[in-house]
T-cell receptor, first 113, second 108 residues
Framework: DTAVSQTPKYLVTQMGNDKSIKCEQN?????MYWYKQDSKKFLKIMFS???????INETVPNRFSPKSPDKAHLNLHINSLELGDSAVYFC????????????FGSGTRLTVV | GIQVEQSPPDLILQEGANSTLRCNFS?????LQWFHQNPWGQLINLFY???GTKQNGRLSATTVATERYSLLYISSSQTTDSGVYFC??????????FGPGTRLSVLP
C-alpha cells in the first residue's frame, strides 16, 4: 500500500504544452510538498502546502502552480512547458512542516522535447 | 539563506568496508535529516536527528548542532547501500534545504 503515490511515472511532452502531475498520500499527513531534482541530482523545494497555507519558493516560475483539492492530494500543474523544465519531480508529505515522518513519492520524470 | 555542504562528493567502497559521510550547515537549524536515494531514484528517510546519536542496523548518525555538523556512519557496507546520500536541514520557520549529496558506490 503506497504511502505517497505520484502519477505518471514518466511524462514526455512537447514545448508549449500544459501538463499535470498528480500526488496522493494516505499517511494522514497535513503538509505536502513538491521538489524538483535536476540532472546533477540537486533537490530543491518548489512548494509546501499546509492546511491551505501555500509557501512558494520565490525562484519557481509562475507557470508552475500547485492545486490541492483536499488534504491528501497536491497536484502540480505546469503551463507552457519549456526545455529547462525537464527534471524529476518529487512529491512528499510530512506530519508537521519540515519534521519527522518525511516521506517521498517515487518521482515523475518529465522530459520536454 | 542557509548553506548545506556534504563531503565527500563521491565515494567508492569495497563491500564490507566502513565509511563516514559528513554534512555541514551554515546556520542554526531545528531539524536535520538524512535520506538515501537508491539507484532506482527512490528517496528513503534514514534518520531524523536534530541532535545526538541514533543507530539503525548498520547505519548510525550523529549531529552536533552547536558545531553545525552531522555525520552518517555506514558499517560493513553492502552493494545495496549504493546511491546518493542527502542531508537536509530546516532553518527556523522555513522548509528543508538539501545538501548536494554524497554519491556512494559499493563494489562487490
Amino acid at each position: 500500500d503506497t504511502a505517497v503515490s505520484q502519477t505518471p511515472k514518466y511524462l514526455v511532452t512537447q514545448m508549449g504544452n500544459d501538463k499535470s502531475i498528480k500526488c496522493e498520500q494516505n499517511l494522514g499527513h497535513d503538509t505536502m510538498y513538491w521538489y524538483k531534482q535536476d540532472s546533477k541530482k540537486f533537490l530543491k523545494i518548489m512548494f509546501s502546502y499546509n492546511n491551505k497555507e501555500l509557501i512558494i519558493n520565490e525562484t519557481v516560475p509562475n507557470r508552475f502552480s500547485p492545486k490541492s483539492p483536499d488534504k491528501a492530494h497536491l497536484n502540480l500543474h505546469i503551463n507552457s512547458l519549456e526545455l529547462g523544465d525537464s527534471a524529476v519531480y518529487f512529491c512528499a508529505s510530512s506530519q508537521v512542516r519540515g519534521w519527522y515522518g518525511y516521506t517521498f513519492g517515487s518521482g515523475t520524470r518529465l522530459t520536454v522535447v | 539563506g542557509i548553506q548545506v555542504e556534504q563531503s565527500p562528493p563521491d565515494l567508492i567502497l569495497q563491500e564490507g568496508a566502513n565509511s563516514t559521510l559528513r554534512c555541514n550547515f551554515s546556520d542554526s537549524v531545528n531539524n536535520l535529516q538524512w535520506f538515501h536515494q537508491n539507484p532506482w531514484g527512490q528517496l528513503i528517510n534514514l534518520f531524523y536527528i536534530p541532535s545526538g546519536t541514533k543507530q539503525n542496523g548498520r547505519l548510525s548518525a550523529t549531529t552536533v548542532a552547536t558545531e553545525r555538523y552531522s555525520l552518517l556512519y555506514i558499517s560493513s557496507s553492502q552493494t545495496t547501500d549504493s546511491g546518493v546520500y542527502f542531508c537536509a536541514s530546516v532553518p527556523t520557520g522555513q522548509n528543508f534545504v538539501f545538501g548536494p549529496g554524497t554519491r556512494l558506490s559499493v563494489l562487490p
